[in-house]
């Protein structure tokens, strides 16, 4: 089965710094993974995901994540945090059930970002 | 436009009633989920339909039945509510069930078992 480790729970950051989100993955199949964020009191929105091709990815906002299948690590990063980055950061790794993909998500790291 | 709807936003109830979420969606989707995130964040599936066919189940009690009336609509039902049954629901939905594709969340339906 496949699972999901994000290695810090909560991570705090100075407006403008940057920073890094961990996320290391287990998987003896083709590795899809993804990086969700909700917003409090929100639903879960795409932020970019890893499919194939090229290991360094970008998606909204200004962030990034590098897949790195030797060390078995797709991090998150972004090179300067705003206010409104403040938000749980959720690591998926996907596989197909019966057809279906089947979404297994890490344990979240909440980001919070201090003026 | 609302993509991912879900009513209501908040319920509180009391142990043994049955209730029901509603989710609708109107991205034209043909796979819907429901997961259950609970009080530490951790967000699990429960339910997978494609084109209103049940596909994925994930050992979810009994007490749990999903329908869906039409591609667009997933709705939750639970019996006999429990105290453990306390989470945020989150429906969500999908263009074809490949491994690669997005899943738009709805807002969340923050369940209160008392």
């Known amino acids: 089965a496949q699972s999901v480790t994000q290695l810090d729970s909560q991570v705090p950051v100075f407006e403008e710094a940057p920073v890094e989100l961990r996320c290391n993955y287990s998987?003896?199949?083709?590795?899809?993974l993804f990086w969700y964020v909700q917003y409090p009191n929100q639903g879960l929105q795409l932020l970019l995901k890893?499919?194939?091709?090229?290991?360094l990815v970008k998606g909204i906002n200004g962030f990034e994540a590098e897949f790195n299948k030797s060390q078995t690590s797709f991090h998150l990063r972004k090179p300067s945090v705003h206010i409104s980055d403040t938000a749980e950061y959720f690591c998926a790794v996907s596989e197909v059930i019966q057809g279906a993909q089947k979404l297994v998500f890490g344990q979240g790291t909440r980001l919070t970002i201090n003026p | 436009d609302t993509a991912v709807s879900q009513t209501p936003k908040y319920l509180v109830t009391q142990m043994g009633n049955d209730k029901s979420i509603k989710c609708e969606q109107n991205?034209?989707?043909?796979?819907m989920y429901w997961y259950k995130q609970d009080s530490k964040k951790f967000l699990k599936i429960m339910f997978s339909?494609?084109?209103?066919?049940?596909?994925i189940n994930e050992t979810v009690p009994n007490r749990f039945s999903p329908k869906s009336p039409d591609k667009a609509h997933l709705n939750l039902h639970i019996n006999s509510l429990e105290l453990g049954d306390s989470a945020v629901y989150f429906c969500?939905?999908?263009?074809?069930?490949?491994?690669?594709?997005?899943?738009?969340f709805g807002p969340g339906t923050r369940l209160t078992v008392t």
């Open positions: 969500a939905s999908s263009q074809g069930a490949g491994p690669g594709g997005e899943q738009y």
């Open positions: 998987s003896s199949v083709s590795v899809y």
């Open positions: 991205l034209g989707h043909d796979t």
């Open positions: 339909y494609n084109n209103k066919e049940l596909i």
């Open positions: 890893y499919l194939s091709g090229s290991t």
